[in-house]
């Protein structure tokens, strides 16, 4: 999956390439990102899950990548593939309502303290069982 950068200054796009899990839930589907946050000028963490929900639900995850020593690079070159580290893996925090394992995990924030939370969309009870759920995660380091 390729992010972009875009420059105010130039008005041009540049790219990277994200590496994204393969599906692993047993219904298939695809995985995605859902989120991206700049912890810093090179650093990011970005939400990447699955499209499954319940007991279908697999891959509900936090990742951290650099950008520092990277090149994007304008449409039609080589972009650089980052390297993500799992921070946490959100199945445990999302399955201890002893509820139902919500497929979208949508937002993520980090406050100023380093405090990150994550928020899920209910989709307003389109196919959903309306419910969102709000979580203090603590640090991601």
């Known amino acids: 999956m390729r992010i972009g950068r875009y420059e105010v200054a130039t008005g041009g796009w540049t790219f990277i390439y994200y590496p994204i899990e393969e599906p692993t839930s047993p219904n298939g589907g ?10 810093d000028e090179d650093i990011f963490a970005v939400v990447e899950r699955d499209n499954q929900a319940g007991s279908n639900a697999r891959i509900k995850r936090v990742y951290k990548f650099s950008i ?7 449409q039609g070159g080589t972009f650089p593939l980052v390297q993500k580290t799992l921070v946490r893996d959100l199945m445990p925090d999302l399955e201890a309502p002893n509820g139902l394992v ?3 995990v949508e937002g993520l924030a980090v406050n100023r303290n380093g405090q990150a939370f994550i928020v899920t969309d209910n989709d307003g009870v389109d196919d959903s069982s309306g419910e969102t759920q709000f979580l203090r995660l603590g640090t991601i380091d």
């Not at 995985?31 to 700049?38: K, N």
């Not at 520092?68 to 304008?74: K, T």
């Open 30 to 39: 695809w995985i995605g990102l859902s989120e991206l946050v700049a912890l």
């Open 68 to 74: 520092a020593g990277l090149d994007p690079q304008p």
């Open 102 to 104: 919500i497929e979208k």
